[in-house]
């Protein structure tokens, strides 16, 4: 089949006109990003008031699978040399407070900042994260700022397990870049489209709507990165699965990771009969669902000044060019040896 990922087929019939055979799947990325770019197209799957309510909604406890994810990604920042004096965290409560204190013993020397999506989860943080004053690790490390909205760019950008929920991921990449000092880099994971797939063909074969929204393919994701002003995305993938002994234990998992925020899903509440149902359906089955994880990374690049007959750029952005031609002066690399 030729044509956009499942997870944007709003964008089939502004594609559909042009032979793939001559397009390639090059070339479809490289248009499905420049329509993000001209049109901010969103995931057509997606109800952005349920979107909201999730955002807003108190989480008891971190999701193992996010903490398990958390955990390989951290595996990949011993790939990279460069030790930030400034990083946040985006959404632990989602993302993984274990790991949120993993990362604040790999960067102990480096100031942190949390941000979360509400006050509720905000005052949440603030708790779980408050040291007694007899605890020697308060007065070792520094103090972590709880806030809901940035206030002070950092050189590394956690968000893990957020970015598949958000209903105008655009949006929030840009959101993520401004909070990137230039030169500073993003780490964060997400769901890619074959997250669920046992579920939603079981759904399908008992004729009932799907049961969660569509997920985004990564090289979608690396398309939107370098259209949201990002340089050098690296985007990997793996697929891990889940085994369950109960059907009422699987539901319970999967209530914990998210909502079902697809636009079509049942405006209603279930009753016990359909519940029923859905038991006995997977009990049927093999209890085993599977998740494709998306891992990406990317710079935050010194930003191009587009020389016109009158150009524009910002004091702040004038500063950073200012800022990095001086490290380039002052550290101009090795130099070339003449044999």
């Not at 964008?11 to 499905?32: D, M, R, S, T």
């Not at 020389?307 to 910002?314: D, K, T």
């Amino acid at each position: 089949m030729c044509g956009p990922t499942l997870a944007y087929p709003a964008l089939a019939w502004k594609l559909g006109e042009q032979p793939c055979e001559k397009l390639g799947w090059h070339g479809i990325n490289i248009l499905v990003a420049k329509l993000y770019m001209m049109q901010n197209i969103r995931p057509p799957t997606i109800d952005p008031q349920a979107a909201q309510r999730w955002q807003a909604l108190a989480v008891p406890e971190s999701p193992w699978l996010h903490e398990e994810v958390a955990r390989r990604m951290q595996e990949r920042l011993d790939l990279i040399k460069r030790q930030p004096q400034s990083w946040m965290h985006w959404a632990p409560l989602n993302g993984g407070m274990a790991a949120h204190r993993l990362l604040a013993q790999h960067y102990a020397k480096s100031a942190c900042t949390v941000l979360e999506t509400s006050d509720p989860r905000v005052n949440q943080v603030r708790q779980a994260l408050s040291s007694p004053w007899w605890q020697l690790q308060r007065w070792l490390q520094p103090e972590t700022a709880v806030v809901s909205q940035v206030t002070q760019p950092v050189q590394m950008l956690w968000a893990n397990m957020n970015l598949h929920m958000a209903a105008d991921p655009q949006a929030l990449l840009a959101q993520w870049h401004s909070a990137l000092q230039v030169d500073g880099f993003l780490m964060f994971s997400c769901l890619g489209p074959d997250t669920l797939k046992e579920l939603r063909d079981l759904y399908q074969a008992l004729g009932w709507p799907a049961p969660s929204h569509a997920f985004t393919d990564m090289h979608d994701w690396g398309d939107m990165l370098v259209a949201a002003g990002f340089a050098e995305p690296v985007m990997d993938m793996e697929h891990i699965t889940l085994s369950f002994e109960t059907p009422k234990r699987l539901l319970q998992e999967l209530r914990g990771l998210g909502r079902n925020l697809h636009v079509d899903r049942f405006p209603g509440l279930r009753g016990r009969r359909w519940h029923a149902g859905l038991l006995e359906a997977l009990a049927d089955a093999p209890l085993q669902i599977n998740f494709e994880v998306v891992y990406g990374h990317a710079f935050k690049p010194v930003p191009r000044v587009q020389v016109r007959a009158q150009s524009e750029i910002s004091l702040e952005d004038m500063r950073n060019a200012l800022r990095h031609h001086k490290q380039m002066v002052a550290n101009p690399g090795p130099k070339e040896k003449n044999d």
